[in-house]
């Protein structure tokens, strides 16, 4: 193109500016060629006329379209030049707060000066395999590109970190290696990743110092090499170091310090340990005190200490040498503070022998005073035949001190690196590394010396090395797409390299003059002059003789000679080093013996003095120069790095200041220049820096194609015809195999020919509407021209209806008014008549009135007086009637009497009358005289009885009557010490009322202290109910118990592992079983014991009582002792019980051992005594029913006084559920005792039948031989005596009641006494605490005592059940022998009426649900149904039928009371599912199906418990199934954490299923076509370092998603798992999704686009509607998904103005504030006519969501796991109806 067609108006250019190095401005009148002036606009509207043509300024720089502002890869910009790489990095680094950009394959990274929170393990997950193009720029993503490289093709790899002093080369070679720690952790235990990482802090505090450009400034080079194995797992690692700054030992320059561990040293010099070393603070030492500044703002040199010393011990180095390190570096702080005093002459001096610090020094170094003392102010001459000792003036003294304590640091140095690789050294051979090269950058001052010429000599190097491996890769990318490249011509520095490294180059004349015995740096700087003068890299400066100039790549840079001789010669005198040689302390000789010594050092210390002509030959390593061995390590390290990928990382550092996130723009360029970036981005824009897929660019520039190509399939044919006809030029583009490659500035003009496009149809578009808007215009004005005529021609005809209607209501008006006024006047004068004649008709009808009423009164009168005339004359006629008739029946009686006297006058029927009457009254007399002689007899025998009888009763009321005063006595006691209980009881209530208005106030200031700092919080937040704490808490509490449930399996899992290499080792063939009686406690070793009064689930007591309220705890002592006094009362009785039925049994069987021929009279009196007995207990089981009722309702009242109903305190629930199981023990006693009462009813019935003689009339009145009076006193004897025995029984059992309730009570008192000296302690000890120590010190209290307390109720229960089942087998008994003994009665009788019996008959059983097995054949059993078990084999069966299975078998070894078998089936069960889960621990399908059958199993063991809180829901016939004998709660907890762990093994397999689809399906895949724009691509994006294989699935789809998740919620239906557990399964999956999406929206600059976000809210939508499909959408599954659609909404939501900023922050709360930044950082428009998210805007952002308190953290955690809740769900299946097929081949099960 033309510079006519490029310089055109609007064209925006940079031009050269001295404050900003480059100035933005826009052409505003078009250039024509052969101008020399350029008509331009600043960015601050001020016009500016820019000379340019020839010998002027050459025309400006073009700038990039905004659309390619701020790209993570510098290449993909299209015109590539210096102030487009600038202003890219600085968009990037104050707008986007990006510190990390892309220049091709070097990662230019630069330092914020703050901590960024983008380094965490979730940030690490995120980038660990992914390509290094699809995410933004990061340190993780150059490592990841080397791990991922080192993996695929088996190369060596290096990554090369580099930059000036404080551009952060050591944090960033940290954070790499930190990366390779994680991602490759060892396999074994030998924890190698932290000994790596753990030699940073050494490292950096014996190599690292503050500079004024740093404060942790390397200053050494370093190359760590890490050892990968073959399963690419970190094995080991190795550290080779370079060119450490010596010089900063003795010398440092203001402002700043001597290295890190001088000022660690010192700071710790206080600790005990530390005291002989002599130290103090660092001020007092020269060595730490010549910066004037020992302390660095921010950082505790005593707790970088501390982790200095953690890292010496983790690497194994112990406590002695690490005190011995710490000696020799003290000894250097004191060598620099010893004093060396001149002499008078000038020539000699001499070091004080009162010296303390010289003393110190020799004393930590174990070396001879004396000779320390003379040869450090004295020095051996060695000539041919003589040896001289030579004093030395104070100067060179002070010189050869601090030469010697830089070597002695040196040494040091060298020691500790040796040591650390020994550390990190492995014995396993290395299959590959990857080396972390963390050196030096190119270094200008305004003195530069020998260090510095040694470092831009390195960087010279890898200058070199850099620049051949870009064009390599250029090179090889042409060649792979195949199209025609030219040799680009790049920065060759190896003139450079030469003269400085070459055969009498700069090194090799400065090691000759250095030979020289009198050699001196003005003699070197001349003998360069001479030899390199004709160098066009070398220069002479024009107004000095002792310096030189060498042209680098990046800079000219003039070096001082001052001094390079003395650097590199590095002298130390012999005499002192042998001094130290010969120390007392082995460390310290070994630091300065070489390798190759002799052992024997005192014969070489001999031969020094001997005269011979030749003297001893000098150290080896002292004869070689520092340049040499700087040469030597160089060339070794360029041959590393040639032998392996080198990856580049580049620091820079942007700005002098060290202030966060400021960019100086000169010193940016400076280091671009100097670190090859800019040398890169030449070499990349020499070719085709731009490149881009047939499809990308079809889809990005069909605008500009023609109508018919649009319709072509040949996409490569479309876009050449394009280029062909946009671009004229052939040279500009290439076409490649899969790409299209341009040259610079050809995209940028592309896309101004698609922006003019763009624009020319906008103003068509704009025309269009303009002219459609202007008719609608015209159209509504005309509208509302006649809508108003319309309106005002109804308007006046609406008046004139008005006029008429007015007029005619005038008319009406006259009208009515007048007929008013007359029919008023008619009506007054109508009332007026009517008025009259109603009262003349009143005066008229009241005068008949009276005489009608007259006529009526005189009618009555007249007819009561003729009623009373008439009834006096019936009584009259009535009255002489009954005279008549009594006067006739007298006559008649009085003949009667007449008749009846004659007759009894008369004297026969007197003789027949007394006939017979003599005999009979003759022998009454006789019958009556015999009965009063027995009359008598009996009367004295009665006298003798009641007498007897008087006697016993007065006694026994004698014995009652002290036995009352006794329980008397004894309730007053009671009553006495219940007043002093209720005393005691009231004091502590009133203690700890005051404990809760102390906790009261202390809660009241906390509130308030939270009520001021949530001020400003939303009325949401502040409504918070404590509810939902309560569960968060919960959820917290289970998800860390599952989480030490994932740990435990995860060491089982390696305890397995281990195992089977340890089988594996064992060279013994076949299958080791183990033992079928193996204990569980193998699986219970890790499960918390479970307490046998838990209520519903295995909740233990202790862990209820822990979550009660400290109030609640505090205000339930008393009430916990007065429950558990209940539950020993109850267990006395209970115990007396038991006594009174095995009485009962004894006297049933002494029953039915006496012979039948005993008298009817003990026959009678023992069984009124057993039906006595059985009223008693009938008595005392009602009597302790209701005390258990009384007690429930007094505890009941008690917790609702105290705490409200809703809210009652879980220690009251276990006591009511303990009270409860009583009730119900009792109840089943009644039950037996009931039964035992039907047997005895049984046997007085058939005892009554046979001895119930036959009763006639003969026997009655003839065969009496005894009296009936006799019977009758016989029979009341008998029940005297009956009643003596009762009452005897009763007194007795009353006194031991009394007696044991006598010595309840004492033992009662005492142990309340002992509990109130307790607790008056306590509260001392309490009252003397402070508020917060005594609340919890209360609660530790109340959960010991609790637990104590339980662990006896425990003990107790445990010892009721055991009684509970003895007595179960001795009522079976007695029963068995009750039947015997009927059945034999009934076989004895002779009649048939008589056999028949009271009790019940068994019913002939059916399957009862129970299936039974041989003990040999359990291996079998859990063979097939657990170890060969296929899921499809019981496909079509019931679901979890294995389980239920199962569980029928464990029903069955309960029914025998089996409890070793039932032992034995559960652990088997359990390690079988365990070795089947581990066999398949990636299928997802068996996962799931394990995952049914156990909860299945455990749902069961619940259901089928016995309590009552699981059989709510049962049937009648499932409550007959339960357990009977065994209580298996330990085992349900077993297996609930079985559950859990299969749960999570399930979780992670899904996870790792759908992992690599997501970001795919959810950001990538276009679910709307032709959404999505596209950008052009820059290195990162076309390098052969992505994973371009067509084979593999590149992208998968949302459909494809959600089939996966249909598939997995299918196979969940199929196998029966429970709705709850599928909706915990589905949330997390989403969670998965939710995290991976975001973490990768987060680390994507590509997707952050408005049509991503479109496609996102479509893809989550989606995901919602299979929600809702699948009845899920109440799992909270949709919630998980809040966060990415509120990610989605931020996308799409405009973002400019304050209200669209307040609508954001009432949008985004599911968002952190540093996620709702990082996504508008991140926003990239894909077009001009996309704006971009200000500054200001995304400030605003942050000052409205600044009182947040959201996680520091970025990303969201993809490892979070929910805590499982595993519901109970019983099922409606009865176990008698479950059909088992065939196919399992179980036939060896029995029905049952």
């Known amino acids: 193109m033309s510079v006519n067609e490029l310089f055109t108006q609007r064209t925006r250019v940079w031009i050269p500016d001295q404050q900003e190095v480059w100035k933005a401005a826009e052409i505003t009148k078009d250039y024509k060629e052969g101008q020399t002036v350029l008509h331009l606009r600043l960015e601050d509207e001020t016009t500016v006329e820019y000379p340019v043509g020839s010998g002027r300024n050459p025309l400006p720089f073009l700038r990039n379209p905004d659309i390619l502002v701020g790209e993570n890869d510098l290449t993909a910009l299209s015109y590539l030049h210096e102030p487009a790489v600038l202003h890219n990095l600085r968009v990037r680094f104050l707008e986007s707060n990006n510190i990390y950009t892309y220049c091709g394959i070097v990662l230019v990274a630069i330092n914020p000066y703050e901590q960024l929170q983008i380094y965490g393990e979730e940030v690490i997950r995120a980038y660990s395999g992914q390509n290094m193009g699809d995410m933004d720029p990061h340190i993780f993503a150059v490592a990841e590109e080397a791990y991922k490289q080192m993996a695929r093709d088996e190369r060596n790899q290096s990554i090369i970190v580099s930059g000036e002093s404080g551009a952060g080369k050591t944090v960033s070679a940290k954070y790499a290696m930190r990366f390779f720690a994680t991602v490759g952790g060892s396999a074994s235990d030998t924890n190698v990743e932290e000994k790596v990482l753990a030699s940073s802090p050494i490292m950096e505090a014996i190599g690292n110092a503050k500079t004024t450009r740093n404060d942790n400034s390397s200053r050494f080079g370093k190359y760590i090499q890490i050892s990968f194995s073959r399963q690419y797992n970190i094995i080991g690692a190795n550290m080779r170091t370079y060119l450490l700054e010596k010089s900063r030992v003795v010398f440092q320059a203001e402002d700043e310090r001597n290295y890190h561990i001088f000022y660690q040293l010192c700071a710790s010099s206080t600790l005990a340990e530390f005291k002989d070393l002599g130290l103090t603070s660092a001020e007092d030492f020269t060595y730490t005190s010549l910066g004037e500044n020992i302390f660095i703002e921010g950082v505790n040199d005593a707790a970088d200490f501390i982790k200095t010393r953690e890292a010496f011990t983790l690497l194994g180095v112990k406590e002695s040498s690490q005190m011995s390190?710490?000696?020799?570096?003290?000894?250097?702080?004191?060598?620099?503070?010893?004093?060396?005093?001149?002499?008078?002459?000038?020539?000699?001096?001499?070091?004080?022998?009162?010296?303390?610090?010289?003393?110190?020094?020799?004393?930590?170094?174990?070396?001879?005073?004396?000779?320390?003392?003379?040869?450090?102010?004295?020095?051996?001459?060695?000539?041919?035949?003589?040896?001289?000792?030579?004093?030395?003036?104070?100067?060179?003294?002070?010189?050869?001190?601090?030469?010697?304590?830089?070597?002695?640091?040196?040494?040091?140095?060298?020691?500790?690196?040796?040591?650390?690789?020994?550390?990190?050294?492995?014995?396993?051979?290395?299959?590959?590394?990857?080396?972390?090269?963390?050196?030096?950058?190119?270094?200008?001052?305004?003195?530069?010396?020998?260090?510095?010429?040694?470092?831009?000599?390195?960087?010279?190097?890898?200058?070199?090395?850099?620049?051949?491996?870009?064009?390599?890769?250029?090179?090889?990318?042409?060649?792979?797409?195949?199209?025609?490249?030219?040799?680009?011509?790049?920065?060759?520095?190896?003139?450079?390299?030469?003269?400085?490294?070459?055969?009498?180059?700069?090194?090799?004349?400065?090691?000759?003059?250095?030979?020289?015995?009198?050699?001196?740096?003005?003699?070197?700087?001349?003998?360069?002059?001479?030899?390199?003068?004709?160098?066009?890299?070398?220069?002479?400066?024009?107004?000095s003789n002792t310096s030189f100039i060498i042209n680098h790549f990046a800079d000219k840079v003039e070096y001082q000679c001052d001094g390079f001789l003395e650097k590199n010669r590095d002298t130390v005198y012999e005499e002192q080093i042998n001094i130290l040689k010969a120390s007392q302390f082995q460390l310290v000789a070994d630091l300065f013996h070489d390798k190759d010594d002799a052992p024997a050092s005192k014969s070489a210390r001999v031969n020094v003095r001997a005269a011979k002509s030749t003297p001893k030959a000098p150290n080896k390593e002292h004869r070689m120069t520092v340049g040499h061995q700087f040469r030597s390590s160089l060339h070794l390290l360029m041959e590393t790095l040639n032998a392996t990928t080198p990856h580049y990382v580049r620091c820079i550092k942007p700005n002098d200041m060290k202030e966060a996130f400021s960019f100086d723009s000169k010193r940016v360029v400076q280091q671009l220049r100097a670190c090859g970036v800019l040398e890169n981005i030449r070499i990349s824009a020499a070719g085709y820096p731009s490149s881009w897929t047939y499809l990308d660019f079809f889809s990005r520039y069909r605008v500009l194609m023609k109508k018919s190509d649009l319709m072509s399939s040949d996409k490569k044919l479309v876009c050449s015809n394009l280029l062909q006809t946009v671009v004229k030029e052939p040279d500009m583009f290439q076409f490649g195999k899969t790409k299209i490659f341009f040259r610079a500035g050809q995209v940028a003009y592309l896309e101004k020919l698609r922006a003019d496009k763009f624009r020319v149809a906008c103003i068509k578009i704009q025309k269009t509407v303009r002219g459609w808007l202007q008719r609608v215009r015209y159209v509504k004005i005309r509208k509302s021209v006649l809508l108003l005529q319309r309106y005002g021609r109804g308007y006046l005809a609406r008046r004139y209806a008005k006029f008429l209607r007015l007029t005619k209501a005038a008319l009406v008006c006259q009208k009515q008014y007048r007929m008013v006024k007359e029919r008023r006047a008619f009506l007054r004068l109508r009332r007026a008549v009517v008025t009259i004649q109603a009262y003349t008709r009143g005066m008229y009808t009241r005068r008949i009135y009276w005489e009608f009423l007259l006529h009526h009164r005189a009618l009555i009168i007249q007819k009561n007086v003729r009623g009373w005339l008439q009834r006096k004359k019936f009584q009259r006629a009535r009255s002489a009637a009954i005279t008549i008739q009594c006067g006739w029946r007298r006559v008649l009686a009085k003949r009667q009497l007449q008749q009846k006297k004659i007759e009894a006058r008369s004297a026969e029927r007197l003789k027949n009358l007394n006939t017979g009457m003599e005999i009979k009254i003759v022998q009454l007399q006789r019958k009556m005289d015999d009965q009063s002689k027995d009359y008598k007899a009996q009367n004295e025998q009665l006298k003798v009885i009641n007498t007897t009888l008087e006697s016993e009763m007065t006694r026994l009321q004698t014995e009652l009557q002290r036995l009352r005063q006794q329980l008397e006595e004894a309730h007053a006691l009671r009553k006495r010490m219940e007043e002093e209980h209720s005393t005691e009881k009231l004091s502590l209530t009133q203690t700890v009322e005051e404990l809760q208005k102390e906790n009261a106030l202390l809660k009241s200031e906390k509130e308030e202290m939270n009520q001021r700092i949530q001020q400003q919080s939303k009325s949401s937040e502040e409504g918070r109910s404590v509810g939902v704490s309560l569960q968060t808490e919960l959820e917290n509490e289970r998800q860390n118990y599952q989480n030490l449930l994932k740990q435990f399996s995860i060491v089982e899992q390696r305890y397995d592992n281990l195992k089977e290499e340890m089988s594996l080792k064992k060279f013994q063939p076949g299958h080791n079983r183990n033992l079928s009686n193996q204990s569980i406690s193998e699986i219970d070793s890790n499960v918390p014991s479970i307490s046998t009064s838990e209520v519903g689930d295995t909740e233990d007591a202790l862990q209820l009582v822990e979550e009660m309220g400290v109030d609640s705890a505090a205000m339930d002592i008393q009430v916990f002792l007065k429950l558990q006094k209940r539950v020993r009362e109850l267990e006395r009785e209970r115990t007396r019980l038991q006594s009174n039925l095995d009485k009962m049994q004894e006297l049933s069987q002494s029953k039915s051992s006496e012979p039948r021929t005993s008298s009817k009279e003990e026959d009678a009196a023992d069984l009124a005594y057993s039906n006595l007995k059985r009223q008693e207990l009938e008595s005392e089981n009602k009597k302790l029913k209701n005390d258990l009722n009384e007690l429930r309702k007094s505890i009941v009242d008690r917790a609702s006084e105290s705490s409200s109903a809703n809210d009652l305190p879980d220690g009251y629930n276990i006591v009511l559920s303990q009270l409860k199981a009583a009730s119900e023990e009792l109840d089943a006693r009644k039950e037996e005792v009931l039964i035992l009462r039907t047997q005895l009813m049984s046997s007085t019935k058939l005892l009554e039948e046979r001895k119930e003689p036959v009763k006639t009339e003969d026997t009655v009145i003839i065969s009496n031989t005894e009296p009936a009076d006799k019977e009758e006193a016989l029979q009341a004897y008998h029940q005297l005596c009956e009643a003596k025995k009762l009452l005897e029984a009763q007194l007795q059992n009353q006194s031991k009641t009394h007696k044991d309730e006598l010595e309840a009570l004492h033992t009662q008192i005492e142990l309340l006494k002992n509990d109130i000296e307790k607790k008056q302690e306590m509260l001392n000890y309490t009252m003397s605490l402070s508020p917060e120590a005594q609340v919890e010190y209360s609660v530790q209290h109340e959960i010991t005592r609790l637990t104590n307390d339980n662990l006896d109720l425990k003990e107790l229960v445990e010892k009721l059940e055991k009684n509970e089942r003895k007595l179960k087998k001795q009522l079976k008994i007695y029963m068995k022998k009750v039947q015997e003994l009927e059945a034999a009665q009934a076989a004895s009788r002779s009649r048939p009426e008589l056999s028949r019996q009271v009790t019940v008959q068994r019913k002939e059983k059916d399957f009862e649900g129970m299936l039974e097995y041989n003990n040999e054949d359990e291996a079998l059993l859990t063979r097939m149904l657990i170890t060969d078990m296929i899921p499809s084999k019981v496909s079509s069966t019931v679901p979890c039928l294995p389980g239920y299975i199962l569980f029928m078998c464990i029903r069955h070894a309960d029914y025998i009371n089996d409890d070793g078998k039932v032992e034995s089936l559960l652990t088997s069960t359990i390690n079988a599912i365990k070795k089947v889960l581990k066999k398949n621990n990636e299928d997802f399908e068996m996962i799931s199906f394990w995952l049914a059958n156990t909860s299945r199993l455990l749902h069961c063991l619940k259901q089928y418990s016995g309590d009552e809180a699981f059989m709510t829901q049962n049937t009648p016939k499932q409550n007959e199934h339960c357990l009977k004998n065994f209580d298996l709660a330990e085992y349900r907890q077993v297996l609930s954490d079985l559950s859990i762990q299969i749960y999570q093994q399930l979780i992670k397999v899904a996870e790792g299923t759908i992992q690599p689809m997501i970001v795919s399906a959810m950001l990538e895949s276009e679910s709307i076509p032709s959404l999505a724009g596209v950008k052009p691509m820059g290195y990162r994006n076309r390098s052969s370092s992505m994973d371009t294989d067509c084979h593999s699935p590149s992208s998968y789809t949302l459909q494809a998603l959600i089939r996966q998740l249909g598939q997995f919620y299918g196979i969940m239906q199929e196998h029966g798992l429970d709705p709850e557990i599928v909706g915990q399964v589905i949330r997390q999956l989403f969670h998965c999704i939710n995290a991976h999406t975001l973490n990768n929206l987060l680390l994507r600059k590509d997707v952050c686009s408005w049509s991503t976000g479109m496609q996102l809210r479509y893809n989550t939508s989606q995901l919602e509607e299979w929600l809702r499909g699948n009845n899920l959408y109440q799992s909270k599954a949709a919630a998980s998904l809040e966060p990415i659609i509120q990610a989605a909404q931020l996308l799409q939501v405009k973002k400019k103005t304050s209200q669209d900023a307040e609508a954001i922050c009432s949008l985004c709360t599911a968002l952190s504030l540093q996620q709702i930044v990082k996504i508008l950082n991140l926003y990239t428009p894909l077009n001009e006519f996309e704006e971009r998210v200000t500054v200001s805007f995304i400030r605003d952002i942050q000052n409205r969501l600044q009182e947040r308190n959201d996680p520091a953290q970025l990303l969201i955690d993809t490892k979070h796991t929910y805590p499982v809740l595993f519901p109970y769900t019983p099922s409606a299946l009865s176990l008698e109806t479950l059909h088992i097929p065939a196919v399992l081949n179980i036939d060896f099960l029995v029905r049952v």
């Open 325 to 543: 390190i710490f000696k020799v570096i003290a000894s250097i702080l004191h060598l620099g503070n010893v004093e060396i005093c001149p002499d008078r002459d000038g020539e000699s001096c001499h070091v004080s022998r009162t010296d303390v610090h010289l003393k110190h020094f020799c004393q930590l170094l174990g070396a001879e005073l004396q000779q320390m003392e003379h040869w450090l102010c004295h020095r051996k001459l060695v000539t041919a035949s003589e040896t001289y000792v030579k004093n030395m003036s104070a100067k060179q003294a002070l010189n050869a001190r601090d030469a010697l304590a830089k070597h002695i640091y040196a040494r040091m140095f060298e020691w500790i690196v040796e040591h650390v690789n020994k550390a990190l050294h492995t014995s396993a051979k290395q299959h590959s590394f990857i080396g972390v090269l963390d050196i030096y950058g190119f270094e200008t001052f305004e003195i530069n010396s020998f260090e510095q010429f040694c470092i831009n000599y390195a960087n010279e190097k890898l200058q070199q090395q850099f620049n051949s491996h870009v064009f390599k890769l250029e090179q090889e990318e042409y060649m792979k797409e195949q199209i025609p490249w030219t040799l680009i011509d790049f920065y060759d520095n190896q003139p450079c390299i030469d003269l400085i490294e070459a055969r009498l180059g700069v090194l090799d004349l400065l090691d000759e003059e250095c030979k020289m015995p009198k050699g001196t740096d003005q003699n070197w700087t001349q003998k360069l002059y001479k030899q390199h003068s004709n160098s066009a890299h070398f220069q002479k400066p024009r107004m």
